[in-house]
């Protein structure tokens, strides 16, 4: 089985600051994807970024970065320059190998608000 | 390009009736899951189709939970009968390789 874990229940960050976003993971499997997806207050879930267990550099979509680090088993997202439009819900998903192949595991979020 | 189409988007019903949701996949992805949404248990994936063949239903809570891919376009998520803890928010997803792409989901509330 997976498992996400998000510490963090609430973030806060200036605009036009970073911020980090925690995530740590437990799996048996040697070959995973992780995922953050963000849910604003209007309820959507979009997809934000994507990490595979044997990609050797860390994952970046414009201002996301995901901190893959497979030791540690953490998978942190790194938004930088905040924007308002940031504040969200952020969900950090497993999906595993084997026969769970395509099935999410998702942790229980972090609520991000930027302060302006 | 159209996303993931879910109906209704808002489903407001009394205890004790049938519901049932639809979702549109994405044109061309071959994988589409069913998850519900609640404040006590986050986020949890109930059913998983690849192919339009059911692949994992484990998460599916009880027999009063039913859902059908009948081709590559189209599903369904059927509770009978409802009861007021199904209420939540529930999302359809659909995916080629890894990454999933959520519908706008439909707000259930079973009074």
């Known amino acids: 089985a997976q498992k996400i874990t998000q510490t963090q229940p609430g973030m806060f960050v200036q605009e036009k600051e970073a911020v980090t976003l925690d995530c740590t993971y437990d799996?048996?499997?040697?070959?995973?994807?992780l995922f953050w997806y963000k849910q604003p207050s209007s309820g959507e879930m979009i997809f934000l970024i994507y990490?595979?267990?044997?990609?050797?550099q860390n994952a970046t979509e414009g201002r996301y970065s995901l901190n893959f680090q497979k030791a540690r088993k953490s998978a942190n997202l790194v938004i930088s320059a905040s924007q308002l439009g940031d504040s969200a819900m952020y969900f950090c998903?497993?999906?595993?190998?084997?026969?769970?192949?395509?099935?999410?595991?998702f942790g229980q979020g972090t609520i991000l608000t930027v302060h302006p | 390009d159209a996303g993931v189409i879910q109906s209704p988007r808002h489903e407001v019903t009394e205890m004790g009736q049938e519901v049932t949701l639809r979702c549109k996949p994405i044109?061309?992805?071959?994988?589409l899951f069913w998850y519900r949404q609640t404040m006590m248990r986050g986020l949890e994936l109930l059913i998983y189709?690849?192919?339009?063949?059911?692949?994992?239903d484990s998460g599916m809570p009880e027999d009063r939970f039913s859902a059908k891919m009948p081709n590559a376009s189209f599903s369904t998520l059927k509770i009978q009968p409802s009861e007021p803890r199904d209420s939540a928010v529930y999302f359809c997803?659909?995916?080629?390789?890894?990454?999933?792409?959520f519908g706008p989901g439909t707000r259930l509330t079973v009074t």
């Open positions: 997803a659909s995916s080629l390789i890894y990454e999933q792409y």
């Open positions: 799996t048996s499997d040697p070959s995973y994807g």
């Open positions: 990490q595979g267990s044997y990609d050797q």
């Open positions: 998903a497993i999906n595993a190998g084997g026969t769970s192949y395509g099935k999410l595991t």
């Open positions: 044109s061309g992805h071959n994988s």
């Open positions: 189709f690849n192919n339009n063949v059911p692949i994992d």
